[in-house]
């Protein structure tokens, strides 16, 4: 059995500070349609919702696949 833990503190904390910023935007989300706030302002927090976590995966993806590339070359 591996006794090495699968995340390291650093992800831990990472992934904590996105799920409160996630849940941030949500809660906003749910005021700012409670308030009647504009159109604009309830689409800007719908975009974030939807395209940071994709951002966040995609840049994910891309450096594990450069790292990859890499340590094959070397």
């Known amino acids: 059995m591996n006794s ?3 995340y ?16 941030a935007l949500i809660i906003g989300l749910i005021a ?4 009647h706030a504009s159109a ?5 927090l719908l975009f974030c919702i939807m395209i940071i976590p994709c951002a966040v995966y995609g840049a ?4 594990k696949r450069t790292v ?3 340590e094959q070359g070397d």
């Open 4 to 6: 090495k833990e699968p």
């Open 8 to 23: 390291t503190k650093k992800q831990r904390i990472l992934a904590a500070a996105g799920l409160i910023i996630m849940a």
């Open 32 to 35: 700012a349609v409670i308030v």
């Open 40 to 44: 604009g302002v309830i689409l800007a």
């Open 60 to 63: 994910s993806v891309y450096v």
């Open 68 to 70: 990859k590339k890499n």
